[in-house]
């Protein structure tokens, strides 16, 4: 069973050992808690209907690797001292955690942007294996984001397969994230 283990906004506060290390990062509001809690059948993740909650680099585990869930990128109403804070948070545990084999970047189904490009430009050149989650795709029919597929992985700037449509507040297609950190996992140790 996941679990929580900890906040911390600094080097020091991690958890350092050799655990496999997968990092969830998206912007503001794009449903990064509530995939956690699906990803865990369990409401171990807070979330929120506010922007910007997570401020912390929140740490959770699920057994065969710990997850790392980044603050929020993107959100304009946060001052700008914290704004820089959250972007230290983010940087220091994408360049200095040694253990992080996996990204999964959360984009919303129904509104890419150019932060996101960004995002998508950075985790393709610092991490080998990076995967798109594009949630809340129960706006419309999966039918519609089949057919938005090609459109968004040609502004990702990513092939198809690094793309996944999900719902984490419908369930659909929670296990294929499962699958796919799994099998990312056994093919690195």
Same mark, same amino acid.
């Given at each position: 069973m996941a679990e929580f283990i900890k906040s911390a906004s600094k080097p020091s506060d991690w958890i350092n050992d050799g655990q496999v290390e997968v990092v969830l990062? =998206?912007?503001?509001?794009? =449903?990064?808690s509530s995939i956690i809690? +699906? &990803? +865990? !059948?369990?409401?171990i993740a807070i979330t929120s209907k506010t922007p910007g909650r997570t401020q912390l680099a929140n740490f959770y585990d699920f057994k065969s690797f710990r997850l790392v869930d980044l603050p929020g990128y993107g959100y304009a109403k946060v001052q700008k001292d914290a704004q820089n804070q959250l972007i230290k948070i983010i940087d220091e545990v994408l360049m200095i955690r040694s253990n992080v084999y996996m990204t999964l970047h959360i984009v919303d189904a129904n509104v890419i942007t150019a932060e996101d490009l960004m995002m998508a430009e950075y985790l393709k050149k610092r991490f080998v294996h990076h995967y798109f989650i594009?949630? %809340? +795709?129960?706006?419309?029919?999966?039918?519609?984001y089949l057919s938005q597929k090609q459109k968004i992985c040609k502004y990702l700037q990513i092939k198809n397969d690094e793309l996944m449509f999900v719902s984490a507040k419908k369930q659909i297609n929670i296990n294929?994230? %499962? !699958? &796919?950190i799994n +099998?990312?996992?056994k093919s690195v140790k």
């Open positions: 990062i =998206g912007r503001s509001n794009v =449903g990064k809690n +699906a &990803l +865990a !059948n369990s409401k594009a949630n %809340k +795709a129960d706006k419309s029919s999966m039918k519609y294929q994230i %499962k !699958n &796919l +099998a990312t996992i």
